[in-house]
């Protein structure tokens, strides 16, 4: 038994949900977007509490909530079912769902239906996929099917492999056109907005003169028009330093191993649970339970009825 969740939401009631016309006009305006992962309910609560603009249900659910070694293996399914709990989370942020690699690659078909199923099975506003090329043609697939697609180019975890591990991406003349060539498909395919992952700062903000959708960083430097964290790097929930850009706010990893250990050196050492933890029963009724146990105890065996 826990106690039940709380409906969510952020600290001022009158704000309106986000949408894509207000991302635009903060690009416009020179707002910074603020975009963080999320892939259960508390974390949800946590980003509404905060009120970031952009929640996404990352694939990196597949590394930080679910112990794969890399995003590769984590399915539709999982991926949807962390997405519900992430809705239920959430009032204003736009939902944005990632779709997981070898659900989208094979044809625009498989795109769509994808996208589809974040959008009707778990509420998600918007998806995302990674890379240019074939990718390009999948997100205009998706947009012209009515749904919102965000691209993502520079280091895309899904094809690490082919990008000669996680590294940062765009550090010659040529690769960095490659990365903004990209990028510029990725918007003329009817891309809303794009992410662009580990590339030089200077790179990304050469490319912002010619990106008009809101671009948001990550390892791209401040010239971005917003920028996006996996929640558990920047609370400090996974062990070890993580990627150079990574900023980290909290120890909430350590902070959650000391608060565990404490409890088991509490239960082991007689300290948990005290009075103050049980349940009271009125003398009288448990005077009657305990001629119960008695009878039971010389065999009958009503004594629960
Ligand atoms: O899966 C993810 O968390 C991402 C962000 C790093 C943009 O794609």
Redesign the pocket.
């Known amino acids: 038994m826990s106690s039940a969740p709380r409906v969510p939401d952020s600290p001022d009631p009158g704000r309106p949900p986000v949408t894509l016309p207000r991302l635009q006009e903060m690009k416009e305006a020179g707002t910074p977007i603020v975009m963080v ?1 999320a892939y259960d309910f508390p974390s949800a609560r946590a980003a509404e509490a905060a009120e970031v603009d952009v929640v ?1 249900v ?3 659910a597949a590394m930080t909530v679910l112990g794969y070694d890399t ?1 590769v293996p984590v399915g539709m399914d999982e991926m949807l079912m962390l997405a519900r709990a992430v809705r239920r989370g959430l009032r204003t942020p736009l939902l944005v769902g ?1 779709l997981p690699f070898g659900s989208y690659e094979a044809s625009d078909e498989a795109a769509i239906a994808t996208a589809q199923r974040f959008v009707k099975e778990a509420g998600c506003d918007a998806v ?1 996929l990674e890379g240019g090329g074939s990718s390009v043609d999948r997100a205009r697939a998706i947009a012209r099917a009515g749904i919102p697609v965000m691209g ?1 180019v520079g280091l895309t975890p899904q094809t690490a492999t082919a990008l000669g591990g996680y590294r940062a991406q765009g550090r010659t003349a040529q690769r960095a056109a490659d990365v903004a060539r990209d990028a510029m498909a990725l918007q003329d395919a009817g891309c809303f907005s794009i ?1 662009l ?1 580990a590339i030089p700062a200077a790179v990304a903000e050469l490319m912002m003169g010619r990106l008009e959708i809101p671009v948001i960083g ?1 390892g791209a430097g401040p010239a971005t028009d917003g920028q ?1 964290l ?1 929640f558990h790097d920047l609370l400090g929930i996974r062990d070890g330093h993580g990627a150079r850009f990574v900023k980290r706010y909290r120890s909430i990893g350590d902070e959650m191993a000391a608060g565990v250990r404490e409890y088991a050196q509490d239960v082991r050492s007689g300290r948990y649970p005290t009075a103050d933890h049980t349940y009271s029963i009125d003398p009288e009724e448990l005077e009657r339970f305990r001629a119960r146990m008695t009878e039971h105890h010389t065999g009958a065996y009503d004594f629960m009825s």
């Open positions: 992962t996404l990352g694939d990196s995003t990632d995302k993502h992410v992952e990550i996006v996996v």
